[in-house]
């Protein structure tokens, strides 16, 4: 079984302990409800979601990281714990978090159940969890690789591509990583891709497209 690792180095920005909302996650879906992700203990799948979002934190606003970290634990606990939208909050605040961090994390983690529509830090936790998803039952050949891939499509794919993946990242290069990364393949393995950028209208648009954007 590959090591589930809990133990984190995280912003100290919140006296919101993380490695202990961590271990309450854990508890819940591995202890109380003894349930599994595939022949594991669900903790595999919940650090591995907070491994994909940690990927990413730069791109969030600082005062928001522990949020998004707290929200990635505690992600499944309302649909597969038996938790409620009130336990979400008190286990914040027994883990030291504020009012407005437990609103936030119970906020995201409702989002992230029933609706991610107009929750930021549930919409970016629930697309880490889908690639998370994805990457797995791709390097154990699921069928439900496919199932995944088309759950990704409507959250992530710019309004004009219809066909393959979009996979998008600060530079270049982390988009490249990424894609090496989910399907274990070296970058000339990786098949046929296209770079280029995306548009503030969410369009894709290729290097020879963007240049004229830019300077014509």
Known sequence: MPKIRVKTAYLNRTKMNLDKIAEKAAYLHDVECNQKYDKYPYSYHLNEVVVEAKN?????????????????????SIEDARQ??????????????????????AEAVRSVTSDIRGNLFGYYVKICDRFVNMKYSYRNNSSMFETYKKEIWPMANPK?????????GHRHHNCIHFVNSVFEKTDSEAGER??????????????????KLAFE
Do not use: M
């Open 84 to 105: 409620t939208y009130n336990n979400i909050k008190n286990i914040v605040l027994e883990c030291g978090g504020s009012e407005a961090e437990a609103f936030e994390v």
């Open 194 to 211: 296209v770079e280029g950028f995306l548009t503030s209208q969410n369009r894709f648009v290729d290097r020879v497209e963007a240049a």
């Open 56 to 76: 990413y934190l730069h791109l969030l606003d600082p005062k928001h990281r522990e949020i998004v970290i707290a929200t990635a634990w505690l992600h499944d």
């Open 160 to 168: 004009n591509v219809d066909k393959g993946l979009v996979i998008s």
